[in-house]
C-alpha cells in the first residue's frame, strides 16, 4: 500500500503542469470546452450506474491499470508511448479511460496535438467532478466494441438483460474487443487475437 501511495504522489507531481492547465482552462470558461464537458457529465450522469462492476473491474485491467493513482490522465503511460515511438517507430495508446470516454462523446478523433491537450484537460476536469467508477461504467454503456456491438445495447445483446451474472472471463473477453472490435464475419484470425488478449489480462491479474 505504502509502494502505491508513493506511486501515486509521483504520478500527480508528473501531472501538475496538465492539472494547471486545465485550471486555468476552466477559470477562462472557454465555451467550446464548457460545452464538451457538459456533455460528458450528462452522459455520466445517465449511464454511470449502467454497467456492473464486473465489467468496469475489466475495462480497468484491459485498458488502464493505474486508474485509482492518476487525476484523469497517466503520464507513466505517456513516457512509455513516447519512448516506443521514439526508439521503435511504433504507435502506443497512452489514454486512460477518461480520455477514451471523452473521445467518444466529443466525436474528436483528429491526430492533432492540440485535439490530445484538449482531451487530456477534459479528462482531469471531469476525474475532479464525478468518481472513477461511473466514468468507466458511462465508457462501456457507448463504447465501440464491434459490428452490431455498441455500449450497453451490445452488452445486452452479447449477455442478456441480467448483466449481473456475467463471469470475470466472460467480461474480460468482451473488454477485449475494445483493442480488437468484433468484425461483421468473425473470422479464426480475430478469434486468435482476443483469446491472445484475454491470457495477457489474465496474467496482469494473476
Not at 72 to 77: E, M, T
Not at 151 to 161: A, C, E, I, M, Y
Request: glycine share 4%.
Amino acid at each position: 500500500m505504502e509502494t502505491q501511495r508513493i506511486l501515486k504522489y509521483i504520478i500527480y507531481a508528473m501531472s501538475l503542469p496538465h492539472i494547471v492547465m486545465s485550471k486555468v482552462a476552466e477559470h477562462l470558461k472557454i465555451e467550446s470546452l464548457e460545452i464538451d464537458l457538459h456533455r460528458c457529465l450528462e452522459v455520466i450522469d445517465i449511464h454511470g450506474m449502467s454497467v456492473p462492476p464486473v465489467f468496469v473491474e475489466a475495462l480497468i485491467t484491459a485498458e488502464d491499470h493505474r486508474s485509482n493513482l492518476h487525476p484523469g490522465i497517466d503520464p507513466i503511460a505517456m513516457l512509455r508511448a513516447l519512448k516506443e515511438r521514439i526508439s521503435k517507430g511504433n504507435i502506443q495508446g497512452a489514454s486512460t479511460i477518461e480520455q477514451q470516454f471523452v473521445r467518444v462523446v466529443t466525436a474528436r478523433y483528429e491526430c492533432t496535438i492540440s485535439r490530445k491537450i484538449r482531451e487530456q484537460m477534459l479528462a482531469i476536469s471531469l476525474s475532479n467532478r464525478r468518481p472513477k467508477p461511473a466514468i468507466a461504467s458511462a465508457y462501456m454503456s457507448i463504447a465501440f466494441f464491434g459490428s452490431g456491438c455498441i455500449g450497453l445495447k451490445g452488452l445486452k445483446r452479447q449477455f442478456g438483460s441480467d448483466l449481473t451474472k456475467v463471469s470475470d472471463g466472460q467480461a474480460l473477453k468482451f473488454v477485449a474487443q475494445l483493442k480488437y472490435p468484433r468484425p461483421l464475419v468473425p473470422s479464426a484470425t480475430w478469434q486468435m487475437k482476443i483469446d491472445r488478449r484475454v491470457r495477457i489480462l489474465s496474467n496482469m491479474r494473476a
